[in-house]
């Protein structure tokens, strides 16, 4: 499904040429009541801030590593986790850092 990291990224990587993309929008314009000029600019709006949300997690990873504290997460949609972890890609933001256990002395 789209929330997981799959179909997110299945969903990501959609041209707007594709006979997917525009099935996709065409669904959305009747779901949402969007028209379909904006149903296709919050679907390219979405997936230009999917792509930058890998190397959010990889600057978050290495941060974790330097100041001992690890992002928590959730799902701006649906209110998925508050995890360590990306437990849902549609709408992933960090709520809070929790501080981690610094290794060796």
């Known amino acids: 499904g789209l929330g997981s990291e799959e179909g997110a990224n299945c969903l990501r990587n959609l041209r707007p040429d594709s006979k997917e993309f525009t099935d996709l929008i ?8 969007l028209s379909y000029d904006d149903a296709k600019a919050k679907l390219i709006e979405w997936q230009s801030l999917q792509e930058n949300l890998e190397a959010m997690v990889q600057q978050e990873k290495q941060k ?7 992002p928590i997460w ?3 949609v649906c209110g998925a986790a508050d995890k360590p972890w990306i437990a849902c890609y549609v709408a992933p933001f960090i709520v809070r850092y929790e501080k981690v256990p610094m290794g060796g002395d």
């Open 64 to 70: 974790t590593k330097i100041l001992g504290a690890r």
């Open 74 to 76: 959730r799902c701006g």
């Open 26 to 33: 065409s669904v959305l314009e009747r779901e949402t009541g």
